[in-house]
């Protein structure tokens, strides 16, 4: 079984939906047999690499809501994630452009790290009120999970990855994402949005019966076959 999930760094619900997805696939039966690949998607693709405004701020604006209304509505998200053992920091967030962290996923991708660096990126952003564009805490948590920091400096300084990003990007938009997190499985079944538990079991459950239909029972011993019977 193979399982896609496409996020944003910048997305509150993505790094909720990652988090409630990956519990219950810890507890899957077949969890050996689910493939997860991460891919990126960009909700702002024009946000800005330093943050010059509050949090509050740049979601008022976009929304065309008060400033007390933004931070209403950043609440009902702090309490969902805190709900699941997660903290976010308005206050401190930098709202910056997450291109660059995409790419360096992508590398860290070859040494089967996307997953960890995506958690740690979600947690800088959201939790530490860091910069992801920046290069040195984006190296900071290449060396948290010890990677190479000369190679990912190397990533960091070039266009490196940049094509497979923009290309994760594109397949979102052919097979119809509208908003992320969106999980598909086996292009079978798509889960959008962070839904709750049951929500993702039941989606797993399904897919990898339809995935292996039938459960052998007994053994091979009494049955014939292309190179003959077992006698």
Request: charged content about 25%; overall charge negative; glycine content about 4%.
């Given at each position: ?5 496409w996020?944003?760094?910048?997305c509150?619900?993505?790094y909720?939906?990652?988090t409630?997805f ?22 702002n ?5 330093e943050a010059?405004?509050?949090?509050y ?10 400033l ?5 509505m ?12 997660l ?23 070859k ?21 992801i564009?920046?290069d040195?805490v984006?190296?900071?948590i290449v ?6 920091t ?6 960091l ?6 094509d497979?990003?923009l290309?994760?990007?594109n397949e ?10 969106f999980?598909?499985i ?7 949005g962070?839904q ?8 797993l459950?399904?897919a990898y019966k339809?995935?292996?239909?039938f459960?052998?029972?007994g ?5 014939c076959?292309?190179d003959?019977c077992?006698?």
């Amino acid at each position: 079984m193979k399982v896609e999930v496409w996020s944003d760094f910048s997305c509150p619900f993505c790094y909720i939906g990652k988090t409630v997805f990956e519990k219950v696939l810890d507890a899957f039966e077949h969890k050996d047999n689910v493939e997860v690949i991460y891919k990126a998607y960009q909700l702002n693709p024009d946000a800005p690499f330093e943050a010059n405004e509050d949090s509050y701020t740049i979601f008022s604006k976009t929304k065309g809501v008060s400033l007390n209304q933004a931070k209403e509505m950043f609440m009902q998200t702090v309490q969902r994630a805190k709900q699941i053992g997660l903290t976010y920091d308005y206050d401190n967030m930098q709202m910056t452009n997450t291109f660059k962290a995409h790419r360096l996923a992508k590398w860290a991708r070859k040494f089967s790290k996307e997953s960890d660096i995506s958690t740690k990126l979600f947690d800088a952003y959201f939790t530490k009120g860091l910069n992801i564009h920046d290069d040195a805490v984006l190296l900071d948590i290449v060396k948290s999970l010890d990677l190479n920091t000369d190679a990912a400096k190397d990533v960091l300084t070039s266009n490196q990855f940049e094509d497979v990003v923009l290309e994760e990007i594109n397949e979102a938009q052919q097979i119809g994402v509208r908003g992320v997190p969106f999980f598909v499985i086996d292009r079978k079944y798509a889960v959008s949005g962070a839904q709750p538990e049951a929500m993702f079991k039941q989606a797993l459950e399904q897919a990898y019966k339809e995935s292996n239909p039938f459960k052998t029972i007994g053994s091979d011993d009494d049955a014939c076959g292309p190179d003959g019977c077992a006698i």
